[in-house]
């Protein structure tokens, strides 16, 4: 039978200077509130149908994509790109604002876009299959004076009711 061994219990000091040394530790592992957020943080899309009504415009239907951007991050305009899946429905050419002119320190002088846009995508076709549907978006963006993203996929989606026309009034068809 083997003795067991016990180890020494540590002394009133060296307990403190050791929870001390942790408690400094997991402070200097917290992120920084200075550290720049993750893409999909700074630059949030959304997704909704657009049907032509009064609010709208009569002719105006497709898909708005809707970008927060967050305080101190900003948005290339001609870095945005678009693609529907299925592509059981076609989308024109996307409509951008202007954006803001600026001499970007990553880029030269470019159309940059902060806090938020809308950007439509009207639909090419006449009729939309119902279903859901993935908008693929690749942006570029930055973090104000600090760093420039790579490029970056993010995805929203959308919903087409049965029925659906874009040359119809909203609601459903009779």
């Not at 920084?32 to 997704?47: G, I, N, Q, V, Y």
């Not at 803001?100 to 030269?108: A, H, K, Q, S, T």
Request: proline share 12%.
């Amino acid at each position: 039978m083997q003795a067991s061994r016990r180890a020494p219990a540590m002394k009133p000091a060296r307990l403190f200077l050791a929870a001390t040394c942790l408690a400094g530790a997991c402070v200097a592992a917290a992120p920084s509130s200075d550290d720049p957020l993750e893409p999909d943080r700074a630059f949030r899309p959304s997704a909704r149908l657009v049907a032509g009504d009064a609010t709208t415009g009569p002719g105006r239907h497709g898909i708005d994509i809707e970008y927060l951007i967050a305080p101190g991050y900003y948005l290339y305009r001609n870095r945005l790109k678009f693609a529907l899946s299925p592509s059981t429905v076609l989308v024109g050419t996307p409509e951008l604002p202007p954006g803001i002119e600026v001499d970007d320190p990553f880029l030269g002088k470019s159309a940059i876009f902060r806090d938020r846009v809308t950007i439509h995508l009207p639909f090419a076709t006449s009729v939309a299959k119902p279903g859901r549907y993935k908008v693929r978006i690749t942006a570029q963006g930055c973090a104000e004076d600090r760093l420039c993203y790579s490029p970056f996929p993010q995805e929203v989606a959308v919903d087409i009711p049965p029925g659906y026309r874009m040359a119809d009034s909203p609601g459903p068809s009779r």
